[in-house]
């Protein structure tokens, strides 16, 4: 369904304001801000978690859990870890979520395009 307000702009110029302002791309952008700032949050505690306690549990950091394979350097390779996780899961996300609305909105403005 086209929105109106994209409509009012003239043939072949777009109203990329209206664009922005369009049900569809404040859903769109909700979605994304959605996912990304709870993540990006949930990292960061994680990440400065593991730079603190590196830096005022060095006892607990230096604990060996097996061999000489150490706490800190378990916590270490999980920022590895984690950063894929994060990675693939905001893949699968955009993919299932985002593409859609976006495929759809830039199927409206090449159509608007191609009109003119």
Partial sequence: MSDPRIDTAPPGDIDYVAVEESPRFVEL???QR???FPMAIAFLVWYFTYVLLSSFARDFMAEQVWGNITVGLLLGLGQFVTTFAITMTYVWYANRTLDPISSEIRDELEA???NA
């Fill in 112 to 114: 608007r395009e191609g």
């Fill in 34 to 36: 959605g996912f990304v």
């Fill in 29 to 31: 952008k909700r979605r």
